[in-house]
């Protein structure tokens, strides 16, 4: 069964450094993708970044970028020199074709990201 | 571009009262639509998607249905709430089998 599992619950970091947040994922399915959302305080659900299970390389989009490693089944986000704006949940979500042709997001518990002045 | 729009914002209903969200997209055609709840400092749970108009498939079965009277409208229903049906309502779009889905604001329901 697919499974997403990011096992640190909150996060404390300095502004203007590095942060990682981790996301593990369980398929047997050959093609998936991954993603990773933000979810400030309002609650609207905002998409970061996006990597396919065929990609050769790691994606990246601005400040973040998503260090995966197909073998070891992880999809980590990097948040490069954290800024205040940056504290929020973070979910890791993983869409699998075996699910049907729905494309439907398996999510994982979220990681709650707090950014220190 | 596109756009998704929810409302209302903010919802308190009594138990045992009707409950009509609505979801509808602008700026694409023959989007795949979602409903997710998200409880209290919990992830998102898929209630329902929709393929297409009147297709609609439940991933859990519960109190509240779906329906898809138009391509870019969604609307989350019941017909009696719990107080269980508290929660963050959140409905998405996507296009491809493994394509991003993009969320709208959401709707706050809490049921007394």
């Known amino acids: 069964a697919q499974k997403i599992t990011q096992t640190q619950p909150g996060m404390f970091v300095q502004e203007k450094e590095a942060v990682t947040l981790d996301c593990t994922y369980d398929t047997s399915d050959p093609s998936y993708g991954l993603f990773w959302y933000k979810q400030p305080s309002s609650g609207e659900m905002i998409f970061l970044i996006y990597q396919g299970s065929y990609d050769q390389q790691n994606a990246t989009e601005g400040r973040y970028s998503l260090n995966f490693q197909k073998a070891r089944k992880s999809a980590n986000l990097v948040i490069s020199a954290s800024q205040l704006g940056d504290s929020a949940m973070y979910f890791c979500a993983m869409s699998c074709e075996d699910r049907g042709s729905q494309g439907n997001l398996i999510f994982g518990k979220g990681t709650k990201l707090s950014v220190k002045p | ?112």
């Open chain 2, 1 to 112: 571009s596109q756009t998704i729009h929810q409302w209302p914002a903010t919802l308190v209903q009594p138990v045992g009262s009707p409950l009509s969200l609505e979801c509808t997209v602008e700026g694409t055609s023959n989007p795949n639509l979602y409903w997710y709840r998200q409880a209290a400092g919990r992830g998102l749970q898929l209630l329902f998607y929709s393929v297409g108009i009147g297709q609609i498939s439940s991933e859990v079965p519960q109190n509240l249905s779906a329906s898809r009277p138009q391509d870019r409208q969604f609307i989350l229903s019941s017909k009696k709430l719990l107080l269980s049906d508290s929660g963050f309502y959140l409905c998405a779009w996507g296009l491809e089998v493994t394509d991003t889905q993009y969320f709208g604001p959401g709707t706050r329901l809490t049921v007394l």
